[in-house]
């Protein structure tokens, strides 16, 4: 398997590789990285269909990639989905996978056409004070001495981040800033999570930075993301004879480990309550996706909270169950034994009359019914004792959502803390609750609240233990390579396999790691699609350094003496040259 960019590569279709017909593949789980697996072990791999097999443990796909209206429920979203133009492998995949609305198109040419047409951007970013706007005004508020410690993190080395947190090399006044503030509420970090992934996530998203105040650095899919993308995926495979099978546990893969390599030759499993296994050959290929963001979510409803789940779940004993048996299977336990640093909840708010809607139009500044961006993304309830921040995408936000109604998505980052309507926390709320503390935040009058959270909205509440495990601290190691060391036919897919300078917690992590994995596994002779590398661009760089400033230049800044006579003499050296007017064109000087 090797990187590459360009056109070349890209539009290049490969060769069948050597031997493929005698090959069958087992993906463990129907998450959207399995799914990715499965379409390129046909398309590229030129597997026959009928040689995949996909074994679920639930009683239908898609993994965190959710959305579902229940019979008894109501619409569940437990989250959403944020991309971007440089998820060079998501695309790559999508070009293929035909639409389901149009005949003729692909999933990419229907998403790339409707942000085309109506590009996102946020008109309230934040509130305070019951629906106010908070007056961010896109600035990041940064200190010098705030935006010299990103730059020292920026610059800093993985190993030197190893098993460090956000705190251990941020100070208060960056935890102060307004870029703070967009940054955890866009991405859900704390500041206890791993400064190791911080840094990832600022190198690979540096050409996105004057993006993140007003979310113009994001693209949605025109519903969510279950019946945008994995219902196109699973119809794609169905079509070509994959095999789907529901309601299987897979307990362990067990391994033949000798003179450096590591076979897997049997796969355990319980269907229907019984034991049963796959006895492996080298031939058959085994991807199966280790650690989940979702094991162990419980939805609760209108009167009932969800329950906080501390088992770890089916799918972290099988990584336990693997890990234990090769030090390069990685190490679970860094990531799944501190439920209390990994949770936080969600919530899918549906109106269902005209009460609540023009509460939403004063915030978002749009009609909620035009069938275009809303929100553009969540807007953070900046004094929210939960920080609370919702969102409503693009209605309706399924296929068959009446068009009287609207659904929200609505979270809090810290769900151990009382709200500041409801003086209970989070995770204790029933779904009216939740309801009430979001119509307080969105400027209800309070006399209001309790009938219109009790008459006019259904909210089912989604508690998760491990939405953010992959942000745990962690060292070299911790993580499995996508394709361990010595593997012969065995393979990592998802948010908890290895792969170079991807950023977790995002649909392109995903589907790299479902690529690499199939493409070092079949030796497909096509290149990966290296990670967009704009933290090599002077120009992505400067054009950062100038938004985080604010608009302020490097020749504003307070220099000591000495070093403002060397400035001097250093713009004097460039005058007239490219690289004056390349500091001069994105307003570093």
């Known amino acids: 398997m090797y990187y590459s960019n360009g056109n070349y590569e890209a539009f290049a279709r490969p060769e069948k590789p050597a031997d493929v017909d005698r090959?069958?593949?087992?993906?463990?789980?129907?998450?959207?990285?399995?799914?990715?697996?499965?379409?390129?072990?046909?398309?590229?791999?030129?597997?026959?269909?009928?040689?995949?097999?996909?074994?679920?443990?639930?009683?239908?796909?898609?993994?965190?990639?959710?959305?579902?209206?229940?019979?008894?429920?109501?619409?569940?979203?437990?989250?959403?989905?944020?991309?971007?133009?440089?998820?060079?492998?998501?695309?790559?995949?999508?070009?293929?996978?035909?639409?389901?609305?149009t005949d003729g198109v692909s999933v990419?040419?229907?998403?790339?056409?409707?942000?085309?047409?109506?590009?996102?951007?946020?008109?309230?970013?934040?509130?305070?004070?019951?629906?106010?706007?908070?007056?961010?005004?896109?600035?990041?508020?940064?200190?010098?001495?705030?935006?010299?410690?990103?730059?020292?993190?920026?610059?800093?080395?993985?190993?030197?981040?190893?098993?460090?947190?956000?705190?251990?090399?941020?100070?208060?006044?960056?935890?102060?800033?307004?870029?703070?503030?967009?940054?955890?509420?866009?991405?859900?970090?704390?500041?206890?999570?791993?400064?190791?992934?911080?840094?990832?996530?600022?190198?690979?998203?540096?050409?996105?930075?004057?993006?993140l105040p007003d979310f113009t650095a994001l693209k949605f899919t025109k519903y969510n993301q279950y019946e945008s993308l994995i219902l196109p995926m699973v119809k794609y495979l169905q079509d070509r004879g994959v095999r789907f099978q529901y309601g299987t546990t897979v307990t362990n893969v067990l391994f033949d480990i000798k003179d450096g390599k590591k076979t897997a030759t049997k796969i355990v499993c319980l269907r229907d309550g019984r034991e049963e296994s796959i006895d492996l050959i080298e031939d058959d290929l085994v991807f199966v996706t280790n650690g989940s963001c979702t094991?162990?979510?419980?939805?609760g409803d209108d009167t009932h909270a969800p329950e906080v789940r501390t088992a770890p779940g089916g799918c972290w004993e099988l990584w336990r169950n693997i890990a234990e048996q090769d030090p390069a299977f990685g190490h679970p336990d860094k990531f799944c034994t501190n439920i209390a640093a990994t949770n936080w909840e969600s919530a899918t708010?549906?109106?269902?009359?005209?009460?609540?809607?023009?509460?939403?139009?004063k915030i978002c500044q749009r009609?909620?019914?035009?069938?275009?961006?809303?929100?553009?993304?969540?807007?953070?309830?900046?004094?929210?004792?939960?920080?609370?921040?919702?969102?409503?995408?693009?209605?309706?936000?399924?296929?068959?959502q009446p068009r009287d109604q609207l659904v929200v998505w609505v979270y809090g980052l810290f769900t151990d803390v009382p709200g500041d309507y409801v003086k209970k926390p989070m995770k204790e709320c029933t779904g009216v609750e939740i309801t009430q503390e979001w119509l307080y935040?969105?400027?209800?009058?309070?006399?209001?609240?309790?009938?219109?959270?009790?008459?006019?909205?259904?909210?089912?509440?989604?508690?998760?233990p491990y939405i953010t495990a992959f942000f745990m601290p962690r060292a070299k190691g911790d993580r499995p390579k996508v394709v361990p060391d010595g593997s012969v036919n065995f393979a990592f897919l998802g948010q908890?396999?290895?792969?170079?300078?991807?950023?977790?917690?995002?649909?392109?992590?995903?589907?790299?790691?479902?690529?690499?994995?199939?493409?070092?596994l079949l030796k497909v002779d096509r290149g990966v699609p290296e990670v967009f590398a704009s933290c090599y661009d002077v120009r992505a760089l400067l054009d950062a350094t100038s938004k985080m400033m604010d608009g302020r230049k490097l020749t504003d800044m307070k220099q000591p003496f000495f070093l403002g006579i060397a400035e001097k003499a250093a713009l004097k050296k460039i005058s007239g040259t490219v690289i004056e007017d390349l500091l001069r064109r994105y307003h570093v000087i």
């Open 23 to 101: 090959k069958s593949a087992y993906l463990v789980g129907s998450g959207l990285a399995s799914l990715a697996a499965a379409c390129f072990l046909v398309r590229d791999g030129q597997i026959k269909g009928e040689h995949i097999h996909i074994l679920e443990e639930l009683d239908l796909p898609g993994g965190a990639c959710d959305g579902i209206c229940d019979s008894q429920k109501g619409f569940v979203i437990r989250g959403g989905r944020e991309m971007e133009n440089h998820f060079e492998c998501l695309w790559d995949l999508f070009r293929s996978i035909p639409s389901l609305e």
């Open 349 to 361: 708010v549906t109106t269902l009359d005209g009460r609540i809607p023009p509460y939403i139009r």
């Open 367 to 400: 009609d909620p019914f035009s069938g275009k961006v809303v929100t553009g993304g969540i807007v953070t309830v900046k004094d929210s004792k939960w920080l609370m921040s919702y969102t409503l995408n693009r209605q309706p936000h399924f296929r068959q």
């Open 496 to 520: 908890f396999a290895d792969t170079v300078r991807d950023t977790v917690f995002t649909t392109e992590y995903s589907v790299r790691t479902a690529m690499e994995a199939v493409y070092t």
């Open 108 to 211: 990419l040419d229907e998403f790339y056409w409707l942000n085309k047409k109506d590009p996102n951007y946020s008109l309230m970013r934040a509130t305070v004070n019951r629906g106010e706007d908070a007056h961010t005004d896109g600035k990041f508020g940064l200190s010098e001495k705030a935006s010299k410690e990103i730059i020292k993190l920026f610059m800093t080395r993985d190993e030197d981040l190893y098993d460090r947190r956000i705190a251990d090399v941020f100070t208060e006044e960056f935890f102060a800033s307004n870029f703070w503030l967009y940054w955890r509420t866009m991405f859900a970090f704390e500041d206890w999570h791993s400064a190791l992934e911080m840094k990832l996530y600022i190198q690979r998203f540096i050409h996105h930075i004057g993006g």
């Open 295 to 299: 094991e162990n979510a419980s939805l």
């Open 441 to 464: 935040h969105l400027g209800v009058p309070e006399s209001e609240i309790a009938d219109m959270a009790a008459n006019s909205a259904r909210c089912v509440p989604c508690m998760m």
